[in-house]
């Protein structure tokens, strides 16, 4: 992800958009968390804490991404499906060129393949695409890629 | 007695009936593929081409604290996709650190 980001944050905006824990500690009866090491994280109850939990994950993995932090309704995993993790590359004309989500969903290297066809194509996917609005078939749920 | 017989025969029929109807009703019914068992939502599936969801979201902002430490708060400033997806191709990777 990092490198990924290295290699084409002129060319690409990229976001590290931080979601929902995927797997909190349990509150204590004082409501603090049950950590026993710094990954041991509660589910987050305010953006202020999403932004604290961000900050130890950034700091954790060495990532120097932009990061959004998801509203507390979860407008991107409602919208993208990042739960537990996601990627999604979007065109120049706010199509969706492609998306994983599931647990591996972070998947740089198909991200890369597909971000190299955009750019050869001014940051556009191909005109045989039709720009479609509505939710498409639960057969499809599966990494979607050009 | 013979009757009597006929009637339970004629309700037995007209229940089991029901039942049949019922069940070819729930069968035609569309599926909402977004719905999971349990009744929680699932998110809709995005497909190749189709428009992305528009969000806006606020960014995180780093301050450098007196001690070297590195502190985080939700800035002010928003981001909306759609504005930034007019200059340049965006790549989301969404994740949490647990």
Wanted: proline content about 7%; aromatic content about 4%; charged content about 30%.
């Amino acid at each position: 992800m990092q490198a990924l980001y290295e290699a084409y944050k002129d060319k690409v905006e990229f976001f590290f958009v931080y979601v929902r824990e995927a797997h909190p500690v349990r509150q204590g009866k004082e409501g603090g968390a049950e950590a026993r090491s710094p990954k041991d994280i509660a589910q987050t109850r305010s953006l202020a804490e999403r932004a604290m939990a961000a900050t130890d994950c950034l700091r954790g993995l060495k990532v120097t991404l932009p990061v959004l932090i998801d509203t507390m309704d979860g407008k991107t995993v409602k919208g993208y499906g990042g739960h537990p993790a996601g990627t999604a590359v979007i065109d120049r004309d706010g199509r969706i060129c492609f998306t994983s989500r599931g647990p591996g969903g972070v998947k740089p290297k198909e991200a890369e393949k597909v971000l190299k066809e955009l750019l050869a194509n001014k940051g556009k996917l191909g005109a045989d695409v039709p720009l479609s609005e509505g939710s498409p078939a639960r057969a499809a749920d599966r990494p979607t890629k050009r | 007695m013979v009757r009597r017989l006929k009637r339970r025969e004629v309700r037995v029929l007209l229940v089991c009936m029901a039942a049949v109807f019922a069940l070819l009703q729930m069968a035609a019914m569309p599926r909402d593929p977004s719905r999971r068992p349990g009744g929680r939502t699932r998110a809709p599936v995005l497909t190749v081409g189709q428009k992305a969801p528009d969000v806006e979201l606020p960014r995180l902002a780093l301050e450098k604290t007196k001690d070297g430490g590195v502190l985080g708060r939700v800035s002010s400033e928003k981001v909306k996709l759609s504005s930034v997806w007019a200059k340049k191709p965006v790549c989301l990777f969404m994740s949490s650190y647990t």
